[in-house]
């Protein structure tokens, strides 16, 4: 009974806050909620000096396992910490390219060896060195293949070695008098063409672990050469078109399948380095050390140093760039499946706090440094199969990793207690579960009574239809056994109720862009107003208070208040509380009196001044310039009045919009002055003479 009529069954999810506001107990409420638990939280090592390490039991990163619980839309957070653990082991692998060009690089990487070793006793105290050799592809145009040029292809009588794609001279070792051996007996060979073969070389490196020697410890591959580089698809020069296959093809420490296999391609190497943990150093002239940069920007954890002329600097670049290596953390996940995302915020040294793609990365960390990540990963959909899966998550360069187990929730918990063949669904046609029923095959209804063969669909729309009306459902809705099942529209707070449809919550009237002002709510088209409020908007204030003056009159007793405003019954008047009249004469005249009493205390109402004047406030200036000006004040009206002293006082009138009364009056009346006598005699007098003296004149000019 929790669904109005028409409503779908879908109706019964909806967010917590409608459920509940629609009626539903909040324990009959199904909202499983997502959760995270470690399985697995060593923490990290704190090394003592002068033990040696065991990098099998040593711990940089925690946690080391976790379980997420997904609910979709809802992430799960949870923080990584990471410490790079001091004197921690290093493998390095020297691969070097043995062309003509790199004679004299040879003779100074001889001595490698123990002169590399000697300088990374600062770093660590377990350091291996192995070395090896690439050229190129031995088939034309690499190499010339004819019999005398094969087998030595240095002219100027130079004794040069066969051509070979990638030979493992030298397994990682600790014995670096061994490393000095072996590469002192190397052979320098040639090649026809300038690019090298030493991407073949560094996917053998890469795979090849067991050839190579590598532990599960920090891992450096250098790569030493003068030139450029193949990569796939320039196989097809010597006729060679199978793709890499980046699997390990090593006999006798020889790569033997050159000649079968293209050269690999900057993503596939970019894979397998990253699979197995490995750190690439780019050991190159000055001459391409603009590719060998843009090389580096699409390979994670990788550096690049310029190589002297000869190689003689060859030990501080490493040294330099392993520092430079070390010193950034990158964290990469593996593949996520379908629908599931992962963001990453880093807070790194000094404060330093970095979110999006940025997130992944710290930089200038040294040894002992603390680092954190919180990362969050969220479902947006359920998994089409599994229920169970899993990603990983790990910092590029180093063997330790965070393995996390993903469960999606997808169901509710009250679906485990269905009820199959439930006498709720008419009969046991249907299972009954989370308050609805789920129809069995061939049978319909809100309560599954109606079977898809006996039913006409003629007689079940008849019932769908309002009378008078053609239309099914209002067209809001299907017709499904003979009752209305209205619409779900994409915004779940938007519906169609009714028996056949016929009602909706968000067709009614608006104000301010609002649906019923936001003072109500929409039910069947009409709005039902919240308490203090009516109209068919709910946009009318019942509240009268804004209509009363400050003595206490409904709109100055000339008019109605409607909505919240006053309705002004004369039409001369208008204003928020009916107090205007602009064309009215009498506005001065009306308030003369008044204005008299309070202002200079005379007039006919000096008696009555206190019970009768009191409605507004009084304000003597000095001047009429000071009196406000248009603009200055509301609804202002200057006005100009004579006592009965013949004087002539100045005032304004003006009403704010808190229906204030404010009179602002000139201190001091202009009155007539008397009539002065003196100058009046002498004039009258003076005029009299002339007069006189005049007729004197003409008459004895006669």
Known sequence: DFLQEGEPTSARCDDFAVLKRKGCPEEDIQNPRGSKAHLKDNPITNRTKGVPMDPSNTTQIRPQQLILKLRRGEPQTFNLTFRRAEDYPIDLYYLMDLSYSMKDDLENVKSLGTALMEEIKNITSDFQIGF????????????????????????????????????????????????????????????????????????QVAVCGEHIGWRNVTRLLVFSTDAGFHFAGDGKLGGIVLPNDGKCHMQDNMYTMS??????????????????????????????????????????????????????????????????????????????????????????????????????????????????????????????????????????????????????????????????????????????????????????GKQCECSTEEVSSEDMDAQCRKENSSEICSNNGDCICGKCVCKKRKNPNVLYTGKYCECDNFNCDRSNGLICGGNGVCECRVCNCSLGFSGSACDCSTD?????????????????????????????????????????????????????????????????????????????????????????????????????????????????????????????????SGPEIVPIVVGVVATVVLIGLSLCCLYGSL
């Not at 790194?348 to 940025?358: D, Q, S």
């Not at 009965?644 to 204030?660: I, K, L, M």
Request: glycine letters at 6%.
């Open 544 to 672: 009268n208070q804004t209509c009363m003056t400050s003595n206490n009159q409904l709109c100055n007793g000339r008019g109605i208040c409607e909505c919240g405003r006053c309705k002004c019954t004369d039409p001369k008047f208008h204003g928020q509380t009916c107090e205007m009249c602009q064309t009215c004469l009498g506005v001065c005249e009306e308030h003369k009196e008044c204005v008299q009493c309070r202002a200079f205390q005379k007039g006919e109402k000096q008696e009555e001044c206190d019970s009768q004047c009191s409605h507004f406030n009084l304000t003597m200036v000095d001047s009429r310039d000071k009196l406000p000006q248009l603009g200055q004040e509301d609804a202002l009206t200057h006005c100009i009045e004579k006592d009965e002293d013949d004087c002539w006082f100045y005032y304004t009138y003006s009403v704010n919009s808190n229906s204030e009364v404010r009179v602002h009056v000139v201190r001091d009346p202009e009155c007539p």
């Open 132 to 203: 090896g050799s690439f050229i190129d592809k031995p088939v034309m145009p690499f190499f010339s293949t004819t019999t005398g040029k094969f087998i030595n292809l240095c002219s100027n009588g130079q004794d040069c070695t066969s051509p070979f794609s990638y030979k493992n001279v030298l397994s990682l070792t600790s014995n670096g008098s061994l490393f000095n051996e072996l590469v002192g007996k190397q052979q320098i060979s040639g090649n026809l063409d300038s690019p090298e073969g030493g991407f073949d070389a560094i996917m």
């Open 259 to 444: 000649h079968y296999y293209d050269y690999p391609s900057i993503s596939h190497l970019v894979q397998k380095l990253t699979e197995n943990n490995i750190q690439t150093i780019f050991a190159v002239t000055e001459e391409f050390q603009p590719i060998y940069k843009e090389l580096k920007n699409l390979i994670p954890k990788s550096a690049v140093g310029t190589l002297s002329s000869n190689s003689s600097n060859v030990i501080q670049l490493i040294i330099d760039s392993y520092n430079s290596l070390s010193s950034e953390l990158i964290l990469e996940n593996s593949k996520l499946s379908e629908g599931v995302t992962i963001n990453y915020t880093s807070f790194c040294k000094n404060g330093v706090i970095r979110t999006g793609e940025n997130g992944r990365k710290c930089s200038n960390i040294s040894i002992g440094d603390l680092v954190e990540f919180e990362i969050s990963v969220t479902a947006h959909k359920c998994p089409k199969k599994d229920q169970t899966e899993s990603i990983k998550i790990k910092p590029l360069g180093f063997n330790e990793e965070v393995k996390i187990l993903l469960e999606f929730i997808c169901k509710c918990n009250c679906q485990e207690l269905a009820t199959p063949n439930s006498t709720e669904c008419h009969f046991g046609n249907g299972t009954f579960e989370c308050g609805a029923c789920r129809c069995n095959d061939g049978r319909i």
